[in-house]
């Protein structure tokens, strides 16, 4: 097969048919297959990210710069053009690599790069004012939020690693402004529904929602119940759209699992979680289809911490097994040595 690749290419040159070691990203690793890359890519930046979950991420003022920093930083490991918006022109392999002006993925097409700059400062803009988002609530924190994530997936501005990079300061901007967001009940089929949605109808609140389940904690506790009914059912919650109900939506499907709280409801498109006051007191039988219109807002679902801590205590002592197993101490292992390599690194310099 000819190499057709020019000079400063994102990629490395082709030299197989074989889709898999097609049009792979240049990396430290030098690795030439997208199964293979994948894996050390999501091993490093899992890293990387628990850094910035802990507090130990680049500091900003939440612009373009603390972007691109936070960019930066979860894929320092894998690509020397970490950091770098795609219509700028890194050294790769000691080649200056074109910039990338067009991109589309899954007939999306996203914002041409010549205007990343420009896209960058206007999707930002939302969360410009300190005073501001110190003054919000949850729900206008979520408005504002979901509109930088919407506009930001628009623009798209880097080569790889988009939504790992906005998650990772969209979650530094909670931990900043005094809300805790956690995307971990967000699967990847609903932020791709999101986006997508946004994409085509900017006013769409799709990502708006997603922020609100990820913020709220009775909309995570009630997420969290449909992963376990998922699970029950031999299925991996993170292989589907799962989200909470919004008050006023209607909502016809099977009922999936359900407690006294709340009840997962598996519809034509996704599965949807609604409080469990919103239904009939007799629940059909199985396979039987139900129709209702979601009233609660969940929060009546609220309880006390005390409450929560204690229907907690087998999950953590299921946790502590786990962190006894022989896999999870040899990744403890391997994350001590990085630390301990870069402890050296840092000294050498």
Same mark, same amino acid.
């Given at each position: ?13 082709? @030299? ?20 293979? %890359? ?6 490093? @930046?899992? =890293? ?5 979950? *802990? ?6 003022? =939440? ?11 979860? =894929? ?33 097409? =996203? ?11 206007? /999707? ?34 880097? !080569?790889?690693?988009?939504?790992? /990079?906005?998650?990772?300061? $969209?979650?530094? #901007? ?7 967001? &956690? ?22 609140? /799709?990502?708006?929602?997603?922020? *609100? ?16 009914? %998922? ?7 993170? *292989?589907?759209?799962? !989200?909470? +109900? !919004? ?30 006051? &919103? ?7 199985? *396979?039987?289809?139900? @129709?209702? @219109? ?6 009546? #679902? ?5 409450? $929560? ?9 299921? +946790? ?7 896999? %999870?101490?040899?990744?403890?292992? &391997? ?10 690194? &840092? !000294?050498?310099?």
């Amino acid at each position: 097969m000819s190499d057709n690749t020019p000079k400063g290419s994102s990629f490395y040159p082709n @030299t197989s048919d074989d889709p898999d070691r097609t049009d792979v990203l240049r990396n430290k690793f030098g690795i030439r297959s997208h199964s293979e %890359l994948r894996t050390e890519e999501y091993r490093a @930046t899992a =890293f990387r990210m628990a850094e910035i979950a *802990e507090g130990d991420g680049p500091q900003g003022r =939440f612009d373009k710069q603390h972007l691109k920093a936070v960019h930066g930083h979860i =894929f320092q490991d894998v690509y020397e053009w970490a950091g770098h918006t795609r219509n700028e022109s890194p050294i790769v392999d000691g080649e200056r690599m074109e910039p990338i002006g067009g991109l589309s993925k899954g007939g999306t097409s =996203f914002l041409p790069g010549s205007r990343i700059d420009m896209g960058l400062d206007e /999707a930002l803009k939302p969360i410009r004012d300190p005073e501001v988002l110190r003054a919000s609530t949850p729900d206008q924190f979520a408005e504002r939020a979901g509109q930088v994530m919407a506009d930001l997936n628009y623009v798209h501005p880097f !080569r790889e690693g988009n939504g790992r /990079a906005q998650e990772a300061f $969209i979650v530094e #901007l909670g931990r900043e402004y005094g809300h805790d967001v &956690d995307f971990t009940v967000i699967t990847k089929p609903r932020m791709i529904e999101a986006s997508i949605e946004t994409t085509n109808d900017p006013s769409s609140p /799709a990502m708006k929602h997603v922020v *609100e389940d990820a913020t709220d904690p009775n909309r995570r506790e009630a997420i969290r119940a449909a992963f376990s009914d %998922l699970e029950q059912r031999g299925e991996n919650p993170y *292989e589907h759209n799962v !989200r909470t +109900a !919004r008050p006023g939506e209607k909502i016809a499907g099977q009922v999936l699992g359900h407690d006294d709280r709340v009840a997962s409801l598996v519809t034509d498109a996704r599965v949807v979680v609604v409080d469990r006051a &919103d239904m009939p007191e007799r629940l059909p039988g199985d *396979e039987a289809e139900i @129709t209702l @219109t979601a009233r609660s807002d969940f929060s009546r #679902l609220s309880r006390d911490p005390q409450d $929560i801590q204690a229907q907690s205590q087998p999950e953590r002592a299921e +946790a502590s097994q786990q962190h006894s197993s022989t896999a %999870l101490k040899a990744i403890e292992a &391997d994350m001590a040595a990085q630390r301990a390599r870069e402890r050296d690194d &840092d !000294r050498e310099r």
